[in-house]
Nanobody, 124 residues
Framework: QVQLVESGGGLVQAGGSLRLSCVAS????????MGWFRQAPGKEREFVAR????????RYADSVKGRFTISRDNAKNTAYLQMNSLKPEDTAVYYC?????????????????WGQGTQVTVSS
């Protein structure tokens, strides 16, 4: 059974930083792309960042480019999202997702597995 478990969320002041982690278990192959998405209250879930299976390719939403960094450690089956210069509009539940194949995508429906989410709240 595949499980994705996020951690690292919390309450932070504007301008601060957080690092989210996503540990994957039960995947039978190491070749999977990963992505981070977020959903703010009253809004649809949106793409944040994605990374290829070997970390060689990344892509970001324009709203987080230059502030967030996605990475992964395949030896630990873990993906990370380093979030710097946080803004109140970054407040949301953050989800990690995995899809079998070489790359992640920005389309949530492409993903096969999802975590339960972790809350990030940025105060002004």
């Amino acid at each position: 059974q595949v499980q994705l478990v996020e951690s690292g969320g919390g309450l932070v002041q504007a301008g601060g930083s957080l690092r989210l982690s996503c540990v994957a278990s039960g995947l039978t192959s190491s070749t999977y792309g990963m992505g981070w998405f977020r959903q703010a209250p009253g809004k649809e879930r949106e793409f944040v960042a994605r990374i290829s299976w070997n970390g060689g390719s990344t892509r970001y939403a324009d709203s987080v480019k230059g502030r967030f960094t996605i990475s992964r450690d395949n030896a630990k089956n873990t993906a990370y999202l380093q979030m710097n210069s946080l803004k109140p509009e970054d407040t949301a539940v953050y989800y990690c997702a995995a899809r079998m194949g070489n790359v992640g995508t920005s389309i949530q429906y492409d993903y096969d597995y999802w975590g339960q989410g972790t809350q990030v709240t940025v105060s002004s």
